[in-house]
């Protein structure tokens, strides 16, 4: 039996010590993702923010307001024609 209760006491102990060396291993391998994470310069503006895109924004609802009102099929596609091509 005391034969049997060190084996089971090695076993717990092998667990635990390879349970922590796999946290330890872990940590290490997540640590240099970290700097490179910080290394890029933070966002300060969107797309939303550039002036160009603020108009080409402006002209695409104007053309989808425009679309959502005419009935004629012709018309409807000389506005998606405006859809797809800037101005």
């Known amino acids: 039996m005391t034969q049997t209760r060190q084996i ?3 076993t717990l102990c092998a667990f635990a010590l390879s349970a922590s060396a796999q946290a330890a291993d872990k940590d290490q391998k997540s640590e240099p993702a970290r700097p490179a994470e910080a290394a890029q310069a933070p966002r300060s503006s969107s ?3 550039i002036p160009a895109v603020k108009e080409e ?3 695409l609802a ?3 307001e425009r679309l959502q009102k005419e009935t004629d099929p012709a018309e ?6 405006e ?3 800037a101005q």
Do not use: G
Request: hydrophobic share 55%.
């Open 8 to 10: 089971l006491v090695a």
């Open 47 to 49: 797309m939303a923010d």
């Open 57 to 59: 924004a402006k002209r």
């Open 62 to 64: 104007a053309l989808m």
């Open 76 to 81: 409807r596609r000389k506005i998606m024609a």
């Open 83 to 85: 859809t797809s091509c």
